[in-house]
């Protein structure tokens, strides 16, 4: 998994880390969408280390619906709610649940079909990871999070649907700096923190050389 929505809330530092290993291949990656072209992971799709892709919203990137037309990229995609909701689902340990949306579409081809209410409803298996790579503000020593504004996104809910949880910040500070209150992700659900390597400047994310 990998959080942001756009480049919103991406981990470009953890992106760039798996491009520099290029042994690193055939991944599958749950994320709303794969970047811009050539920005987060629609680099990690130039690279051509991305097999499948899980989200809602790949249209964003060029080089992914053309990467999908050559044959060369698969295609899982989910309505937006009903993909965050499988995340938080897979967290919080739900094995599936029925939503109407996508009924009767191609995206209801082959799914469990019930009435709730008089109204028709697929079934939607819950979606965790081996591996979730996270963007947070800043953390404390011990791992706690906060976010920044829409950069929370997707964030908060992969950090609880991964067996591994590897959050990238833009600070560490020290344990018992932060008001309990602010604290959105608990440290108990992040094994690793990496500092940033990118700021914003002028609405562009800007790399530390």
Known sequence: MVGGFGLCGTPFTLIDAIIEQPAIRNLTIISNNLGEPGKGLGLLLLSGQIKKAVGSYFTSNRDAVKAWKRGTLEIELYPQGTFVEAIRAGGAGIAAFYVKTGVGTELAKGREERIFNSER????????????????????????????????????????????????????????????????????FVDYLVISRYWKEGGVYVKNT
């Open 121 to 188: 409803n697929i079934l939607i298996e819950a979606i965790r990871a081996k591996a979730a790579l996270i963007k947070a503000a800043k953390a404390d020593a011990l791992g706690n999070l906060i976010y920044s504004k829409s950069a929370r996104n997707f964030n908060p809910a992969m950090a609880t649907a991964a067996d591994v949880v590897i959050a990238e910040v833009d600070e560490i500070v020290p344990a018992g700096s932060f008001d309990p209150e602010q604290v959105v992700t608990p440290h108990n």
